[in-house]
């Protein structure tokens, strides 16, 4: 998934109208000054030919030239500097990534546009080198996590085991708490592998129908405990192009949101739409049967973070889970969508396109 450019110039806090423009108007207001003195020169010309017994026809002409030769000076000085800060400012309407604008505009002939180029050049080393030491402790971080989680999992995995060995009236109890405590490890880690710039995943034709059912099994316990049934109406022999450990996560988190908010009834739906054309694309719903989501909140469930009504009503939502969701589906190039009425139910709708090169149509 790709991360934001740290260094945006065009970022929420700036505009581009906020940038002072270089107009005809602002650059005379600019030389007020240069303007006062060429006005002093012709009242001394003025005032001093005659004296010297220059005629009123040489006092005019002397005038003349003056006027001639100061707004000549100014209309070349214009030009040229407008045409560095013009293209400047159209660079800044679209900058994303400050590193890159030395590289884009010509370094200006004059000293004011040298020094504002110069200070820009060196703005935009420091940017890039504090981007670089940024994303290399983000990458270090996310190393630490991982080995972290990995760690975690032997005395959660050596727990289980004991549990298994020396059944009593509190394994079950102690068992699904560490299900429980798995589960957001689970998330945690792939919360780390979504905010990657690096390739954490493969992809593969693999039997969409197995997927579903492994995300069921993995939380086999919960749904019972929830009274959620699962069906699946998946052909054995369809399959779909995607990464298998991330499809089960993401199936994993939307059957648990399922049953987590009252479902009984999780049915898994698949067809293929457009097969044998470019746009071909096999579509996965799941549809449940829980409270639903009221219309308010729908555009905003994939938001990190968001809770909404429902989760702030039942108390132990965090927002991730269907964030976590659209952002896997982003980097692999597959299509998220959910559709839900309060009372009623939610139905969350997968795409996977048949075409892989055609990847564009369907990333988030």
């Known amino acids: 998934m790709s991360q934001p450019p740290l260094c945006s110039l065009a970022g929420d806090d700036f505009s581009i109208e906020d940038l002072a423009a270089f107009t005809p108007a602002a650059y005379v207001r600019d030389n007020m000054l240069g303007l006062a003195a060429l006005v002093l020169s012709l009242v001394s010309l003025v005032l001093i030919l005659p004296a010297l017994g220059v005629n009123s026809s040489g006092v005019l002409l002397a005038a003349d030239i003056l006027t001639l030769l100061a707004v000549g000076a100014g209309f070349l000085d214009y030009r040229r500097k407008a045409a560095f800060y013009h293209e400047l400012r159209g660079l800044l309407a679209s900058l994303r990534q400050a590193r890159v604008l030395p590289a884009l505009v010509a370094e200006p002939a004059f000293l004011e546009g040298q020094i504002a180029y110069g200070t820009a050049a060196r703005i935009s080393s420091l940017a890039a080198a504090e981007t670089d030491k940024l994303q290399e402790d983000a990458a270090a971080y996310r190393r630490y996590i991982e080995l972290w989680i990995h760690e975690t999992k032997t005395p959660i995995a050596a727990i289980k085991l004991m549990l298994a060995n ?199």
Not at 229 to 245: G, K, S
Not at 277 to 298: F, Q, S, Y
Not at 321 to 326: D, E, R
Not at 342 to 348: A, F, H, L, Q, S
């Open 166 to 364: 020396e059944p009593s009236t509190q394994s079950a109890k102690i068992a699904r708490e560490l299900e429980r405590i798995e589960a957001q490890v689970d998330q945690a880690l792939y919360y780390a592998r979504s905010t990657s710039v690096e390739r954490d995943y493969a992809i593969r034709e693999m039997s969409l129908g197995e997927a579903a059912r492994e995300a069921c099994k993995r939380n086999t316990r919960f749904l019972i405990e929830r009274g959620a049934l699962p069906t699946f109406n998946i052909p054995e022999t369809m399959t779909v192009l995607a990464d298998e450990p991330w499809l089960v996560f993401i199936l994993g988190q939307v059957v648990v949101n399922a049953a987590k908010y009252g479902a009984t009834s999780i049915e898994f739906t698949a067809r293929e739409e457009e097969s044998g054309t470019p746009r071909g694309r096999t579509v996965l719903e799941v549809r449940d049967n829980g409270c639903g989501i009221p219309a308010a909140d729908v555009p905003r469930v994939f938001e990190r973070g968001f809770t909404g009504q429902v989760g702030r009503a039942h108390g132990s939502a965090t927002g991730m889970g269907l964030y976590l969701v659209a952002s896997l589906c982003a980097s692999m190039g597959l299509h998220v969508g959910l559709a839900s009425e309060e009372g009623t139910g939610t139905r969350v709708i997968l795409t996977f396109p048949h075409d892989r090169t055609r990847k564009e149509l369907y990333g988030a």
